[in-house]
């Protein structure tokens, strides 16, 4: 079975790809944790975007775990 492929050109980065609307100096983007707002200079810039992966939006990907007791 093959690995199937990450669906964005990154896993932090904002990209012009993931542009679903054009707000003048801010854009918003979608991944697989829904929408965020951000401002475009953060587009391919080759940097993590703070507002990608800011700990409320992230908390959906751990939302399902427990923490390991001693």
């Known amino acids: 079975m093959a690995e199937e492929k ?9 990209h012009s790809s993931m542009v679903v609307e ?3 100096a801010e854009v918003i983007c979608q991944d697989e944790f829904g929408t965020y707002k ?5 587009l391919d810039n080759g940097l993590a975007d703070s ?6 939006r992230l908390s959906k990907l ?6 390991r007791q001693k």
């Open 6 to 14: 990450y669906p964005y050109p990154s896993l932090f980065g904002s």
């Open 62 to 67: 751990f939302g399902g775990s427990k923490k």
């Open 38 to 42: 951000t401002a475009k200079n953060r």
């Open 51 to 56: 507002n990608r992966y800011v700990p409320t």
């Open 22 to 24: 054009d707000l003048g």
